[in-house]
């Protein structure tokens, strides 16, 4: 009996090893553990319609990054479109997880700004987690 126990356990080690899971985790787990532990990118694309008032969200916005740990990687105002329907500027801010975006997202830091954003541009923002397949 204790060997058919080992050979189980050993077996599940082996099917969580070979399909990327960790072993005695729901799928739900296993998310949370990506939103947790992999990186996250916060990826905007729009065109500025307002330059004055996206020029003060410019002015403020960096302020609210520093808190958390954000990376700018990508910030370019003329973004070559290569297919489909973009936008001329590309903004790519890089965090420790999907949980510490979201939290600098919804912090009332940047909610206090957001709006300059908003109402100054139009088109996406989107929110990718390294970990995702």
Not at 13 to 19: E, H, I, K
Not at 31 to 58: C, H, I, M
Not at 80 to 94: F, M, S
Request: some cysteine; overall charge negative; hydrophobic content about 40%.
């Amino acid at each position: 009996m204790r060997a058919q126990i080992v050979t189980c356990t050993l077996l599940a080690l082996v099917l969580s090893a070979c399909s990327g899971q960790p072993f005695n985790t729901s799928a739900e787990e296993n998310q949370q553990a990506q939103q947790t532990n992999s990186p996250a990118f916060f990826v905007f694309n729009y065109t500025v319609s307002a330059e004055a008032r996206y020029d003060v969200y410019l002015t403020r916005v960096g302020d609210t990054l520093g808190a958390y740990g954000a990376e700018v990687l990508v910030a370019d105002y003329t973004s070559e479109v290569i297919e489909g329907n973009a936008h001329d500027v590309t903004v790519v801010l890089k965090f420790e997880s999907t949980d510490v975006a979201k939290k600098w997202y919804e912090s009332a830091e940047y909610q206090e700004i957001v709006s300059l954003r908003l109402d100054s541009s139009s088109g996406v923002a989107l929110l990718a987690n390294a970990g995702d397949r």
